[in-house]
Structures are given as C-alpha cells and as structure tokens.
C-alpha cells in the first residue's frame, strides 16, 4: 500500500540558510500535518492543512511556513536556520478532516543545522 | 502546556512474555487515542487506535485498555518478539487540540532473547 513519501531524507545545512522540505500523503488523504522530533523526544505539532487550507498551528516557529498544494502534497519552508533546528520532520496524512481517523507518518527528514 | 505523560521511560522484557506500556492523558475531554511504535530511523507506525465511548480493542496479539475514570491507557503485546523492540507513543486527540494528535513522551521497548 502506498505510504507517506517525504524527500529529502536527509538535509545538512548552515546557519541562517534555508531549507524546504517536501511531503506526499496518501492518496486520497485530504489531511497534512507536520511534526518535529528532537533526540529522544516525543513528536511536536507545527502545523497541518485540510483541503490546502490552514488547519491548525501549534509550535511552529515564524521562520517557518507551509502550505498545501492543489495535489494535496505539502512543504514546509524553513528559513535562517537556527542549530536548534536540527531535528527529524515528520509529516503525517489523514482522511476524513476533522473526524478521527488514525494519522499515517512517513519516515521523516532529518535535518542538520551546522 | 498540552501532556501526554508515560512515567517509565524503559522496559525490558524477556522474549514470549507479555509486555504492558503504560500512558496517563491529561485531558478528559479526549475521545480519540492512538498506539504508535516508532523504531530507529523510521516514522512513528500505527498500531492500535481506540474511541473514548470503548474500554478495549483488540488487534493481533495488541490490546488497549482505557480507562476514563482515572484517565489511563495502556497497550498490552502479548508474546513479546525481538522485532517488537522500539519507542511506543501513545497520542491523544480532541476536539479543543483541533485534529491534531498530542503525543505523550515514549516508552522504549527492549525485548532480550
């Protein structure tokens, strides 16, 4: 079955640099989310999207932003990059919006700040 | 701030023993609770998913058992395996986080041979 496809797998980046990094749901999934995972940490919120419309936000800091295109796929710019950004990203996808239904992740980017 | 708490970080357990992880929510308007399994390098893996109007699901050789009353879950593997080694989350949704899931901190999973 086809999963949550994320790309890069892996990023190294510099300081005050720029970043963006692409998610593909599940087909027929209308729902985004991305999370953020540091060392030994359980995932954070930043944000997610329903029928390419803003959804919700959590700790997504302003540095960063994204968006949900008319595909559905979703990425998420990250800029001035700060080493305190090193982390794994996850995206995950749903259907059904705002009803409960299971999230699928992908296996995430990992990003490294030097 | 929002908190799905686990209060054991490790368990170990011995191969073919059932293994029992535990998860204490925070907020008892949650109606919507997730297990997920994460190993090393990979995203986190659904594995077993419970509606708050339910007090047990079974899946293979999973079970989840919540308990409302004093805002508990917890996720039974029954013949534990070596491959089931890993960090389990459990997450939370409601209403009042959006559609968002509200992840506690991990359990790490080690299973000996």
């Known amino acids: 079955a086809a999963g949550v496809i994320q790309s890069p797998r892996h990023l190294i980046k510099e300081k005050r640099e720029t970043a963006t990094l692409k998610c593909y749901p599940i087909?027929?999934?209308?729902?985004v989310y991305w999370y953020q995972q540091g060392p030994g940490q359980d995932p954070q919120f930043l944000i997610s999207f329903y029928e390419k419309m803003q959804s919700d936000k959590g700790s997504i800091p302003d540095r960063f932003s994204a968006q949900q295109f008319s595909d559905y796929h979703s990425e998420l710019n990250m800029s001035s990059l700060e080493l305190g950004d090193s982390a794994l990203y996850f995206c995950?996808?749903?259907?059904?919006?705002?009803?409960?239904?299971?999230?699928?992740f992908g296996n995430g980017t990992r990003l490294t700040v030097t | 701030g929002e908190s799905v708490g686990l209060h054991l970080p490790t368990l170990s357990v011995q191969e073919g023993d059932n293994s029992i992880i535990n998860c204490a929510y925070s907020?008892?308007?949650?109606?919507?609770f997730i297990w997920y399994k994460q190993e090393s390098g990979k995203g986190p893996q659904f594995i077993i998913d419970i509606r708050s109007n339910m007090d047990k699901r079974q899946g293979q050789r999973v079970t989840v058992l919540l308990n409302k009353t004093v805002k508990h879950l917890s996720l039974q593997i029954a013949a534990t395996q070596p491959g089931d080694s890993a960090v389990y989350f459990c997450a939370e949704q409601n209403w009042e986080y959006g559609n968002k899931l509200v992840f506690g901190a991990g359990t790490i999973l080690r299973v000996k041979s």
């Open positions: 907020n008892s308007a949650s109606d919507y």
């Open positions: 995950a996808s749903s259907s059904q919006g705002y009803l409960n239904s299971p999230l699928h």
């Open positions: 087909p027929r999934h209308d729902t």
